[in-house]
Structures are given as C-alpha cells and as structure tokens.
C-alpha cells in the first residue's frame, strides 16, 4: 500500500484525512506538481520544486520549507514506497490550509495542508519511432482562466478540455486561443516541427512553464543539432506542421500523428521526434 505524507505524518494513503473546511477542497485554493522517479533517479526535481515554491508565492500561501527541506521529503517519500516498483510518480499537493468558516477571502493564521503520495508509472518509452506510442488529439478553442502559468489545483477548466477529447476517443485536446494561436494541451505543453526546426509557444500566462518543456528546450540548444524556436504558433502553422509533440512529466515527449481525425505530416512518427527524444532521454536526469 502506498505510504502519503500529510502534514507531518507518515500513513498510509488510505488512511490520509483533510477537513472538509480545507480551502483546497472548497475552492481548489493550492498548487501541486508531479515528480517521475526512474529507478530512484528524479527528472527535474529541483526545477519542479522551485515552479511549485513560485507558484506558492503567487498566490500567497505561506510554507516555510526551503527547497532542500521539500527534496528531503520527497526523496523519503520514494525510499518509504520503494516496494510499488523501480519507476514512481509523486504527487504533491499544498492547500492554503483549513479555516473555521467558507469564506472567499485568504483566512490569516491557518497553517498550509501538505500532502503527498507515490503512484506507479509506466516505463520510459522507447527511442525509436516504429515502436513509440502515438497520440490522437482534437483541438479545440482555450477557455480556461488566464493565469495558466500557475500551477493550481483548480483544473476543472483543465478537465472539461480532456474530456472533450476523451469522450470523442481522442487521448488529448490541443487548445488555441481567440487568436487562432496555439497555447497548449489539457494536460501537457505542445511543439511542432516544420521544416525541421523544433517550434514551441512562447512562455507567458497562457501556457504552463512545463518542466519538461524546459528540459527538452534546454537539452536541445546544448546539443545544437537541432534548431529550437519559442515563438507565437498559428493553428494553421500547427495544422501543416510536418510532426506535433505533446509534453509533460508523465509523457516526456509523446508524437501525435493524428489531428482532428486527419493525419499530421505524413501520418507517421518524425524523424525529429527520434533524435529529439535521444538527446532528451540522455540528459534528462542532469536536471
């Protein structure tokens, strides 16, 4: 059985209790990350403990743990569940904390609620295009709030997106805003290739500051092989793009050949993708 951590404590998840005055639960008032471990190794543990201290101070919720405090925890939590298998994932939720009433307003004096727990994760994929997962995906206009840059844990808007591509058997939605300009998934960053060159949005408040964005970004302009863009992305650019990448912690970069029930590109995984994923697969736990 899975070992969480909440507010001090060891237990196990099935035993984890919050109130249902916790401002989390009444108002998603919280920010969370998902950290992949592979055989004990972080990717990005660091990177996503300082996007979720950020995201913190963003919306004013006081923790005082430092960003070595919170590695601590997080790699006692993997050691404590390291009888789920070689490969987890670790959630980790931070709420404003419970009040005595519901009120909208942030309440003074209320200790922040922490709470983690391990999950299993499935293997890394392969590097190789022929036997990679690939994805489906409908796009559809962006309509969720418009501070995407923070990570909060109130996803519904999040939610209703992947459902739309998930009840038309699809394994994600691509999201575009009023513009017709590209912003993201429901759950993950997206990149396009064209011509060869490796495109992403430009990061501001529409889109997650990703950490495997950033990783693959990162990894790539030190490889140099491949030419890197972080720019404005028209759907029509999207809709001609030779292949399209979804990104994120648990799918680190994942091709999708199939758009709005039309192939992309040539209907098959890159090129770009395979090597992209080879540089990226080599570096990713330097991070």
């Known amino acids: 059985m899975s070992i969480a ?5 060891y237990l196990p998840l099935a035993e984890a209790r919050i109130s249902p005055l916790d401002r989390g639960f009444l108002f998603g008032d919280g920010i ?46 993997i050691a404590k569940n390291s009888d789920m298998g070689e490969n987890l994932g670790v959630y980790v939720h931070i709420s404003r904390g419970t009040d005595v009433k519901r009120y909208h307003a942030y309440p ?12 299993g994760i499935k293997d890394p994929e392969p590097v190789d295009r022929t036997a990679v997962t690939q994805y489906s995906m409908i796009s559809t206009e962006d309509l969720r709030w418009q501070r995407c840059h923070i990570k909060s844990t109130a996803l519904l808007g999040n939610v209703i997106h992947f459902q739309e591509g998930y009840s038309s058997g699809h394994d994600e939605a691509l999201l575009f805003n009023a513009k017709g300009e590209l ?7 997206a990149f396009i290739v064209k011509d060869g060159v490796v495109i992403t949005p430009t990061q501001d408040n529409q889109i997650l500051p990703g950490i495997t964005r950033r990783i693959i970004l990162d990894s790539l302009k030190a490889d140099g ?12 650019e999207v809709r001609e ?10 799918k680190e970069i994942a091709p999708v050949t199939k758009l709005d029930g039309k192939p992309v590109g040539n209907g098959e995984v890159g090129e770009v993708w ?14």
């Not at 092989?225 to 029509?236: A, G, N, Q, W, Y």
Request: charged content about 25%; glycine content about 4%; overall charge negative.
């Open 274 to 287: 395979q090597a992209a994923f080879k540089i990226y697969t080599a570096s990713k736990f330097d991070f």
């Open 32 to 77: 969370y990350e998902v950290i992949p471990y592979y055989s004990g190794k972080s990717v990005g543990l660091m990177p996503h403990i300082i996007r979720m201290i950020n995201g913190l101070a963003a919306i004013e919720i006081k923790c005082t743990k430092t960003a070595e405090e919170w590695k601590t925890l997080l790699d006692d939590l």
């Open 5 to 9: 951590y909440l507010n001090g404590d």
């Open 108 to 119: 003074e004096n209320v200790e922040p609620t922490i709470f983690c727990f391990a999950f």
């Open 183 to 189: 912003t993201e998934g429901s759950s993950c960053n």
């Open 225 to 236: 092989s491949l030419k890197v863009e972080e720019r404005i992305v028209t759907m029509d």
């Open 241 to 250: 793009a030779d292949e399209l990448w979804i990104t994120s912690s648990s």
